[in-house]
C-alpha cells in the first residue's frame, strides 16, 4: 500500500509539460499567426487549463484582446501589489468590463508575509528584488496553481534579454505562451488603432513600462520601453519569469 501511495504521489506531482512539449509546440506553430494559434490552443488541448495572466500595462489591450475573442471565460489574473498606480487599477476595471471578461481574478501580497517582511511598506526602496518576491511572485504562483499553463504578455523588443524570447516556453512546470513575442512595436500601434483600444492613461506621459508605481519612471527619448522600470539599479525583471534579474515581465 505504502508503494502505491508513493507512485501516486509521483504521479501528483509530475509537471503538466516539459521543455519537449514547448519544443513541439514552437516547431507547429512555426509561422501560424497569433490570433489563430491562439483559437487553436485555447478551444483544444488548453481549454480549462490555463490562464491569461495581465499587468494591465501599455500594451496588455492588444493580448486581452485577442483572448477575449477567442473566450471571454478564460480566467483572467490580475496582481495587486498594492504599490500600483490608480490609474492602473482604474483601467484594469474599464478594459475587462469594455472586452468582456467574466472571470476577473485578482490575487494580493499575504498580509502576515507583509508584516513580517515589509512592515514599514519600504523594502522597495532598499531590496527591490525581495519586494517584488513578497509582492509579486509570491502571489502569482498561488494564482497559477489550479493551471497547468498560462498566457503572458512579453515581447521580444522590450529589452535586449527577451530578443530571443519564444513563443512557448516552461516555468515551473507548466507551459507558458507568449503570444507576442515576435511582434513590432508597430504592429502593436496598428492593432490598438484598428480595433479602437483604449491607451492606458499613463502612457501618454511618457511611462512605456508601467509597474509599480514606486519603481517605474518616464522613459527617455532613444530608452528601451523597459528602462524606466527599477531605475539606477542593477535590475530589469520582477522575477515572475524565472530567477530574479536574469531573464527575461509582463
Known sequence: MASIARRLDLIDTAPAFVQADADRLNARFAGVGTAEMLRQMLTTELKGRVAIVSSFGAESAVLLHLVATIDKDVPLIFVNTQKMFGETLAYRDGLAEQLGYTDLRVFRPDPYDLAARDR???????????????????????????????????????????????????????????????????????????????????????????????????????????????????????????????????
Open 120 to 250: 514599514t511598506g519600504l523594502r522597495w526602496s532598499y531590496d527591490p528584488d525581495g519586494c517584488c518576491e513578497i509582492r509579486k511572485v509570491a502571489p502569482l504562483r498561488r494564482a497559477l496553481q489550479p493551471f497547468d499553463a498560462w498566457i503572458s504578455g512579453r515581447k521580444g523588443f522590450q529589452a535586449k534579454s527577451r530578443a530571443a524570447l519564444p513563443r512557448f516556453d516552461i516555468d515551473e512546470g507548466r507551459l507558458k505562451l507568449n503570444p507576442l513575442a515576435d511582434w513590432s512595436k508597430a504592429a502593436l500601434d496598428a492593432y490598438f488603432e484598428e480595433h479602437k483600444l483604449p491607451r492606458h492613461p499613463l502612457e501618454a506621459e511618457g511611462y512605456l513600462s508601467i509597474g509599480c508605481s514606486p519603481c517605474t519612471s518616464k522613459v527617455r527619448p532613444g530608452e528601451d520601453p523597459r528602462a524606466g522600470r527599477w531605475r539606477g539599479w542593477d535590475k530589469t525583471e520582477c522575477g515572475i519569469h524565472g530567477a530574479q534579474g536574469d531573464e527575461p515581465v509582463f
